[in-house]
C-alpha cells in the first residue's frame, strides 16, 4: 500500500516561505508514470490544487500561485517538495500530498493515493 | 478554469436511504470527473473516477453516471460509514473541485 507523510512546520510568520516535504514509501517516485502532488484544503473545507511534478522534474502549477511556488523532487530520498514564498494568512490550510494516477488518455488524472494532511498556520 | 457546483451543499438523510448529489461543470468534461469522500480530521478517498469507475476496494453502493457537464454520486442503501462529506473533481486541464456535500443524519 502505497503511504504519503507530509512534515514541515505547522506555522510560519507572514512574508516567510512555507516549506513542506512529501515521504513516499512502498513506491518509487521514479517508478511508472505518476504525478505527485500538492493539494490544500482552506478551514471552510474548499480544496484547491497546489502543483505536481513527475520524477522527470517537469512541474505543472497553479496559475494562481505560480509566482511563489516551486515543487522539486528527490529521487534518492524518495520525496517531494514544495515551497511557498510570500505567506500571507490566506495560505493558511492543511496541506496534503497526493498521487496522481495516470489516466490514458486524460489530460493528468485523480489522486489515488493521500498523506494524512499538514495543518500549517500563518501568522505572527 | 472549469468551474464545479455541487448540490446540495448539506444533506439529511437515513440508513437505508438512496442519495443523490449532483455536479455540475461550467464546460464538457470529456469524462474527466473524479468523486472523493472525507471524513473528519481525514484526507478525501478517491470512490470513482472516471465519471464512473469504482476505485479497488469502494463499495459497489456507489455509482457515478453523468456526461458531459453534468454528474451524479448516488449511493444505494446508505450505511453508517457514509456519513461524510463527498467532493466532485474534474481532471480535463487544471484540476477543480466542487465544494463538497456534507452528508448528515
Known amino acids: 500500500q502505497v503511504q504519503l507523510q507530509e512534515s514541515g512546520p505547522g506555522l510560519v510568520k507572514p512574508s516567510q516561505t512555507l516549506s513542506l516535504t512529501c515521504a513516499v514509501s512502498?513506491?518509487?517516485?521514479?517508478?511508472?508514470?505518476?504525478?505527485w502532488s500538492w493539494i490544500r484544503q482552506f478551514p471552510g473545507k474548499d480544496l484547491e490544487w497546489v502543483g505536481y511534478?513527475?520524477?522527470?522534474?517537469?512541474?505543472y502549477y497553479n496559475p494562481s500561485l505560480k509566482s511563489r511556488i516551486t515543487v522539486s523532487v528527490d529521487t534518492s530520498e524518495n520525496h517531494f517538495s514544495l515551497k511557498l514564498s510570500s505567506v500571507t494568512a490566506a495560505d493558511t490550510a492543511v496541506y496534503y500530498c497526493?498521487?496522481?494516477?495516470?489516466?490514458?488518455?486524460?489530460?493528468?488524472?485523480?489522486?489515488?493515493?493521500w498523506g494524512h494532511g499538514i495543518l500549517v498556520t500563518v501568522s505572527s | 478554469d472549469i468551474q464545479m457546483t455541487q448540490s446540495p451543499s448539506t444533506l439529511s438523510a437515513s440508513v437505508g436511504d438512496r442519495v443523490t448529489i449532483t455536479c455540475r461543470a461550467s464546460?464538457?468534461?470529456?469524462?474527466?470527473l473524479a468523486w472523493y469522500q472525507q471524513k473528519p480530521g481525514k484526507a478525501p478517498k478517491l470512490l470513482i473516477h472516471?465519471?464512473?469507475t469504482l476505485q479497488s476496494g469502494v463499495p459497489s453502493r456507489f455509482i457515478g453516471s453523468g456526461s458531459e457537464t453534468e454528474f451524479t454520486l448516488t449511493i444505494n442503501g446508505l450505511q453508517p460509514d457514509d456519513f461524510a462529506t463527498y467532493y466532485c473533481?474534474?481532471?480535463?486541464?487544471?484540476?477543480?473541485f466542487g465544494q463538497g456535500t456534507k452528508v448528515e443524519t
Open positions: 464546460q464538457r468534461l470529456s469524462g474527466w
Open positions: 497526493a498521487r496522481v494516477a495516470p489516466v490514458p488518455g486524460a489530460p493528468n488524472g485523480a489522486l489515488d493515493y
Open positions: 472516471k465519471v464512473s
Open positions: 473533481q474534474q481532471y480535463n486541464g487544471h484540476w477543480t
Open positions: 511534478i513527475h520524477h522527470s522534474g517537469k512541474t
Open positions: 512502498a513506491a518509487s517516485i521514479s517508478s511508472g508514470n505518476y504525478y
